[in-house]
């Protein structure tokens, strides 16, 4: 873990209000705070499911760029450990509301078992940098 907060790379944040509700992610350059992406809104989902997207579009992004060496932070362990196993366990039940949700989650756990990452991906330290840098800010 780097001890001093750092100044470049990506990193990705889920909001979702409620657990579950509406849900959506995103994506910001931590040295510029530009928005690199946003997703769209799901009427239903769940912050891990939504941070665990955000990982694996951020990947897909910087692999069709070729920028493997950009570092990609999560301040979400469950993702976190998604994204590597390219595995996801939840409970969220398939209905009309998260279709198109667990529709792309099926997607992204394809996408992760046939491209190989090659940028390392790290867990923001909350507690030592502060919140990260694409969060929502709509923490209650």
Known sequence: MEL????NGWAVDASC???PGPMEYRCVDIATGKLIFRSKLYPLGTNNLGEFLGIVHALAKLQQKNL????LFTD????????RKSDIRSKLPYSADTKNLLDDISRAVI???THPN?????????QAWGEIPADFGRKS
């Open 4 to 7: 001093s907060r750092p100044q």
């Open 17 to 19: 209000v409620g657990n």
């Open 68 to 71: 493997s060496q950009i570092t």
């Open 76 to 83: 979400s362990n469950t993702a976190l450990a998604w994204a």
């Open 111 to 113: 996408w992760l078992k």
């Open 118 to 126: 090659h940028n390392p991906i790290k867990k923001w330290n909350t």
